[in-house]
């Protein structure tokens, strides 16, 4: 393979490398470059996206180029079909979001910041993306955590975006060191095993991938089944699933188009690309991992559902609807553990569909909180469809997809899982087989009604706010990436059968009877009807829950943030660290003590070597004086 290649590989992640610190030091005088540059970089990597997968598809061959690091842990690229298909959805959907923040961002002082560490957020996703090794990825997995905690928090000077950039960075780090205590237990079985695995560089991705079955049978599939439920712990915090997501709603605090990459492009796709990029292993491990990958996914798909029906903050709403959605994709890499490789497959394709229609859908709010002076509130907007006519209609758009309306390119990738799902309860042939088509298939009908809640609120009826009544479209040009983001939206599903084949050319459609097939298109119709029977009127302002003790819980996300802000953080890991706090103050103290005393001793006996010969006499008789009187009183004597 010539050396080119190898170049476009690495030139993926160096050229928003590059970008980040060229559009931070020229937009320090030149503010109004520093998203040209950012973009032009970010285009720059989707060139070389776009070369490699060339040369891939004409080779046949990943691209893998390493070179050695510390120890026997090897350094370098590894870009497979999995890993360009990856690169390529990035790199375009973080361009698309960096041309629109250019208008978005246009009156804030420091967009050169801005810019700089959005493109390093990029950066940090392209390089957990084609490394080679475990290490690797989770320094880049690292980086893209440490800039989601600073875009998060760009608006520093909000109380609330501080807050919720120290959340995400909190919660992350829990998933991110059970994710490293599965490297370390990985790395030590197969250090044991060296000599008959024949491993150069234990944690390299190709290694690991290409020998998942020689390396359960040396360490056991148990061993291997732990080290894969570790990996989940860490993708479930960085792909915000249950118990773990409780970061991603508060990170809404951040500017709109950060929310848009974090939730199409960059850090909560990185934990289902983790799993998927390791599949063999959890394949190859006991079957609770991929069970647990199932059961988590679908489980979370409908817990985010309920939480999103009850959200009026229009960004939360998308956010809940991303936890849900991402479950749908760590669902369908689950159920591979039944009908097979091709479940990584549909989980991908959700990904890369879901990529198009949530930016979209964030990037076009995006535009109407401008428009609305960043009024989020859904009960305050009203009517919007008039007086928006263009973004609102790229709004449906995105809704529609995200619905799995029929035709949309989310109609092809996640209604293909919920038919899978049902397939794997055939052959699983028991209740725990059956709950994830349950979740799913009813988590599609939440889909339906938080997301039509949303839209009938925001476009119908009239205004009911002074911004709302005169909200105007932005100018066609900062719409233009958008339009690309509602073509991918519409249009994706028709390379349905090509993207399956290119992951995996024996994939297999799951085939159902037409009454199981079409439930979630029947569950869809009764969530559009009952939606715009309630929300397309006026009819919702007579509905009051307040007093429902359901309606309570879930306004409350079912305390789950009580219990980990007032009870675990204030009640156990406050005192513990207050304990440990104080121990460590009176061990210091006491040292500090010792060292005092000793110098103190050590001053008193210089004084005595004065050189006064009749001093050193009285100390050594009354030295034997002493050793006498203890002889004596022992009994030696």
């Given at each position: 393979m010539s050396a080119t290649i190898y170049w476009y590989g690495w030139l993926i992640v160096i050229s928003p490398l590059v970008g980040f610190?060229?559009?931070y030091i020229a937009g320090r005088k030149y503010r109004i470059t520093a998203g040209i540059i950012a973009s032009t970089a970010i285009g720059l990597s989707l060139v070389f996206s776009i070369l490699t997968l060339l040369k891939i598809n004409s080779s046949g061959q990943p691209i893998y180029n390493h070179f050695k690091w510390f120890f026997n842990i090897d350094a370098g690229i590894y870009i497979d079909h999995l890993a360009i298909i990856m690169a390529l959805m990035v790199s375009f959907v973080s361009l698309m979001i960096h041309l629109f923040a250019i208008y978005y961002m246009k009156d804030d002082p420091n967009k050169h910041t801005y810019f700089a560490e959005t493109s390093l957020f990029t950066a940090g996703m392209l390089g957990l993306i084609v490394a080679s090794n475990l290490v690797l990825f989770f320094l880049f997995w690292e980086l893209v955590g440490l800039c989601s905690y600073l875009l998060i928090g760009f608006w520093f000077f909000k109380p609330n975006a501080t807050a919720a950039a120290k959340k995400a960075f909190i919660v992350t780090r829990v998933g991110d060191l059970l994710f490293l205590v599965g490297m370390a237990i990985l790395y030590a079985s197969l250090s044991a095993h060296i000599s008959v695995l024949g491993a150069n560089s234990p944690l390299s991705i190709p290694y690991l991938i290409t020998n998942a079955k020689a390396i359960a049978t040396a360490i056991g599939p148990t061993t291997l089944g732990i080290v894969s439920v570790l990996f989940?712990?860490?993708?479930?915090?960085?792909?915000?699933?249950f118990p773990l997501h409780v970061w991603i709603p508060d990170a809404m605090e951040g500017p709109t188009t950060v929310s848009a990459l974090i939730h199409a492009a960059t850090m909560v796709t990185a934990g289902v690309y983790l799993v998927a990029r390791v599949f063999p292993i959890f394949y190859a491990s006991?079957?609770?991992?991929?069970?647990?990958v199932a059961i988590l996914g679908s489980f979370t798909a409908i817990y985010a559902g309920i939480l999103g029906l009850v959200m009026n903050d229009i960004k939360r709403v998308l956010a809940y609807s991303t936890i849900s959605q991402i479950g749908y994709m760590m669902a369908a890499i689950g159920l591979a553990g039944i009908i097979g490789y091709s479940g990584v497959a549909y989980g991908i394709f959700?990904?890369?569909?879901?990529?198009?229609?949530?930016?979209?859908?964030?990037?076009s709010t995006g535009a109407i909180l401008i428009a609305l002076l960043e009024l989020r509130d859904i009960k305050k907007m009203g009517g919007l469809w008039k007086r928006m006519p263009m973004t609102v209609t790229l709004l449906l758009i995105g809704a529609a997809a995200l619905i799995a309306f029929p035709g949309t390119s989310g109609y092809f990738s996640k209604d293909t899982i919920i038919s899978a799902s049902y397939v794997y309860y055939l052959h699983g042939g028991n209740i725990a087989s059956m709950l994830p088509w349950l979740f799913l298939l009813l988590g599609s009908l939440l889909t339906t009604l938080y997301t039509f809640r949303m839209f009938f609120l925001v476009a119908m009826g009239k205004p009911r706010s002074d911004l709302a009544e005169h909200a105007k479209d932005p100018k066609l040009l900062p719409l233009i990436p958008l339009f690309f983001l509602a073509a991918g939206a519409l249009f994706l599903g028709i390379v349905q059968p090509q993207f399956y084949g290119f992951l995996y050319p024996s994939y297999i459609m799951p085939s159902l009877p037409y009454y199981i097939q079409y439930?979630?298109?029947?569950?869809?119709?009764?969530?559009?009807?009952?939606?715009?029977?309630?929300?397309?009127?006026?009819?919702?302002k007579k509905l009051h829950f307040d007093n429902s003790p359901w309606y309570k819980v879930v306004r409350n996300k079912f305390y789950l943030d009580t219990l980990f802000t007032n009870i675990i953080a204030e009640r156990v890991i406050a005192p513990v660290s207050a304990g440990f706090g104080a121990f460590e103050s009176a061990y210091n103290k006491a040292i500090d003590s010792i060292g005092t005393g000793t110098i103190g001793l050590g001053s008193r006996m210089r004084k005595l070597q004065n050189g006064i010969v009749e001093n050193y006499f009285v100390i050594i008789l009354i030295g034997m004086s002493i050793i006498l009187l203890i002889m004596i009183l022992e009994g030696v004597l």
């Open positions: 610190l060229a559009s989940l712990a860490g993708a479930a915090g960085k792909s915000a699933q006991s079957s609770f991992a991929l069970y647990s959700q990904l890369v569909t879901h990529a198009f229609f949530k930016a979209l859908l964030f990037v439930l979630p298109e029947v569950l869809m119709v009764i969530g559009l009807v009952v939606t715009y029977f309630l929300y397309g009127t006026d009819r919702w």
